[in-house]
């Protein structure tokens, strides 16, 4: 009794940064409240600080962790306000989550400290399945006005509920899966005196669509810092419309990652185009955006004009039949200067073009229906290019320069 006298002594701050320790841990922290009443308070804090629930009601007629908490908040109202980071999730679909949804409503009505919120596709209907009908969706209903963090896995996300949620006072974190393909530009007034507080975007472009919306979007978005492009195998951007819709957050944007399956057809058009960015540091994208062509055998010079003063680090990812240069295949022979003639380009106009330049990263994806780097596969059927393998004037002038090299060229 005098090791528990003691520990009731200290500072509950302390205690609780002692416990914090144990979140991850439910079943200790569940004991821990039982011990004694001191503990409750601390333990159901960490407890219900992060809930990944499913909404789905029970068919075995055993209650569910979702049904318990919603009791437990009936039985003690101010518990709610501890939870701070909510995962909803449900099996089913369409019509059938009608009820999912209403269970959720019922919830997200309750957690009023809520900063982080990840939604899956089942619980993102359209209007028309929701009573009382709103404007977009259900979340359009809630005043999440503490939210700093938001997931969305559904495409039925419809443009007027976007641009509720992008204006959403505390949110700099949106993750969409899918750009609503109803596009309807807002007007004036529905925008005016608003401030956006998005820092973070992560956006899935799945289907055919024109630079005019992601335009749209960016302008709403002006003090953007990281930008996220996943394209889908039917998705029509080219390097131009995506150059030219990020033109409203030039000077702001940090980092900018595009990355996905690879649409080009064989006709060459303009590469991207990152010239008029000030502040833009991490640049990772798509071969056939950055040449403009996804043509391995493709003259390529010049692209170093189009790159960022600020840079610090370049990745770019080789899909489909692109390579980095052909020779980087250990049984080919030695390249011919105008193979190479882009990578030098990069090292010798460091001083004048983007100074503080330190890595180069050079990825031939295994999987091109991805468009992206898969660790398993990439180990499997890419081996490691190093510095000392490139040729001998490429490997001078990236040691002068000291910008770091890797490489993973297909085996």
């Known amino acids: 009794?005098?090791?528990?006298?003691?520990?009731?002594?200290?500072?509950?701050?302390?205690?609780?940064?002692?416990?914090n320790s144990f979140e991850d841990h439910k079943t200790t922290l569940c004991r821990l409240s039982l011990v004694s009443s001191f503990f409750v308070s601390v333990a159901q804090q960490l407890l219900l600080r992060h809930l990944d629930l499913s909404v789905d009601i029970s068919l075995n007629g055993i209650k569910a962790p979702f049904d318990k908490i919603i009791k437990k908040f009936d039985e003690?109202?101010?518990?709610?306000?501890?939870?701070?980071?909510?995962?909803?999730?449900?099996?089913?679909?369409?019509?059938?989550?009608l009820d999912s949804i209403k269970r959720a409503l019922d919830l997200l009505n309750r957690v009023t400290s809520l900063q982080s919120l990840d939604l899956n596709n089942a619980l993102m209907l359209p209007r028309w399945d929701i009573s009382p009908p709103t404007s977009g969706f259900f979340l359009e209903t809630n005043?999440?006005?503490?939210?700093?963090?938001?997931?969305?896995?559904?495409?039925?996300?419809?443009w007027s509920g976007l641009v509720t949620l992008i204006y959403l006072p505390n949110l700099e974190h949106l993750s969409l899966a899918y750009l609503p393909n109803d596009f309807a530009s807002p007007t004036f007034e529905n925008i005016q005196g608003r401030i956006c507080a998005l820092r973070?975007?992560?956006?899935?472009?799945?289907?055919?669509?024109?630079?005019?919306?992601?335009k749209r979007l960016f302008e709403m978005t002006t003090r953007l810092e990281e930008f996220m492009l996943r394209m889908g195998p039917e998705t029509s951007y080219i390097s131009s419309e995506i150059s030219q819709a990020m033109v409203p957050v030039h000077e702001t944007l940090k980092v900018l990652t595009i990355s996905g399956a690879d649409s080009y057809d064989a006709q060459p058009v303009s590469p991207l185009n990152l010239s008029g960015f000030r502040v833009l540091e991490k640049v990772e994208v798509l071969s056939s955006l950055y040449f403009g062509s996804r043509d391995a055998e493709r003259w390529r010079v010049g692209?170093?004009?189009?790159?960022?003063?600020?840079?610090?680090?370049?990745?770019?990812?080789?899909?489909?039949?692109?390579?980095?240069?052909?020779?980087?295949?250990?049984?080919?022979?030695?390249?011919?200067?105008?193979?190479?003639?882009?990578?030098?380009?990069?090292?010798?106009?460091?001083s004048t073009h983007y100074p503080n330049f330190r890595s180069l990263i050079l990825r031939e994806s295994y999987s091109p229906a991805r468009g992206r780097w898969n660790a398993y596969f990439g180990n499997m059927f890419c081996h490691q290019v190093e510095l000392r393998q490139l040729p001998e004037g490429v490997k001078l002038e990236f040691e002068r320069n000291s910008i770091a090299f890797q490489g993973w060229a297909q085996r």
Request: include cysteine.
């Open 1 to 19: 009794m005098g090791n528990m006298a003691a520990i009731t002594k200290l500072p509950v701050e302390l205690v609780y940064q002692i416990l």
């Open 76 to 97: 003690t109202p101010h518990l709610s306000a501890h939870v701070l980071t909510l995962v909803l999730s449900s099996r089913h679909q369409c019509n059938e989550s």
């Open 143 to 158: 005043h999440l006005l503490r939210l700093t963090k938001l997931k969305l896995r559904s495409p039925w996300i419809s």
């Open 200 to 214: 973070s975007l992560e956006l899935g472009i799945w289907q055919a669509q024109h630079g005019l919306p992601l």
């Open 303 to 350: 692209h170093y004009k189009l790159l960022p003063r600020s840079l610090l680090d370049l990745q770019i990812n080789f899909v489909d039949d692109t390579r980095i240069i052909s020779t980087m295949h250990p049984t080919l022979s030695v390249p011919e200067h105008w193979q190479v003639k882009w990578l030098s380009e990069l090292a010798v106009n460091k």
